[in-house]
């Protein structure tokens, strides 16, 4: 069936440090991809998507890269912030978006 | 308009007991979606629907739950016979078809 798996947390950096969070993606059809952040606290917030194959989506210094040969779409940020602290969660939606299926999440923290 | 309004925010309720949670679309979006989340999961798909029409329902909708969108505006889910298991987070989503979905902050439920 469609899923998404994402790598295990928590992911501990300090500021300015390189992030990247691991996602792949399972589906029978032909996803758009995206990347939410959940603040504490706080709902969802779409952070990036990319609809096809080869698209970037990129968004606050963020960025990831739909690469359907490996299927997946890896989330970096360059020099991540402690405001940047935060669970992040893939997802895939297939069909017009009529639902969206999400990894489990990734809790980022991010110590000065 | 500032974006999905849910309520309550939190709930605690007996084993037993019904209850009911509404969620608040951005006004112009003709989808709505509703999610649930468990502690250190991400969230799953329960139903949506377009205008009033509930189009697709998720297994994990057992028939106590009960969903509906009567004016093709606001939505309300309601679970009977509350059980331990439906303790999570339900979250709410409302997008334009086609494109992506936005979140509310959802309703925590603690069934004890």
């Known amino acids: 069936g469609d899923s998404v798996t994402q790598m295990e947390g928590p992911v501990t950096l300090s500021e300015e440090a390189f992030l990247t969070i691991n996602c792949t993606y399972t589906?029978?059809?032909?996803?758009?991809l995206f990347w939410y952040v959940q603040y504490p606290g706080e709902g969802l917030q779409l952070l990036l998507k990319a609809t096809k194959a080869d698209d970037k989506g990129s968004n606050k210094g963020f960025e990831a890269t739909y690469r359907k040969e490996t299927t997946s779409f890896h989330l970096e940020k360059g020099s991540v912030q402690v405001s940047d602290s935060a669970v992040y969660f893939c997802a895939l939606s297939l069909y017009n978006f009529n639902k969206f299926y999400f990894g489990s999440g990734t809790k980022l923290n991010v110590k000065p | 308009d500032t974006g999905v309004s849910q309520d309550p925010r939190h709930k605690i309720t007996k084993r037993g007991q019904n209850v009911t949670f509404r969620c608040d679309p951005i006004s112009e979006h003709n989808r709505l979606y509703w999610y649930r989340q468990t502690l250190g999961q991400g969230p799953e798909f329960l139903t949506y629907f377009q205008n009033e029409a509930q189009l697709e329902k998720s297994r994990l909708l057992s028939d106590r739950f009960s969903a509906e969108r009567p004016k093709g505006s606001f939505s309300t889910l309601e679970i009977q016979r509350t059980e331990q298991g439906d303790s999570a987070m339900y979250l709410c989503?409302?997008?334009?078809?086609?494109?992506?979905?936005?979140f509310g902050q959802g309703t925590r439920l603690t069934v004890v």
């Open positions: 989503a409302s997008s334009l078809e086609g494109s992506e979905a936005f």
């Open positions: 589906a029978t059809g032909y996803p758009s």
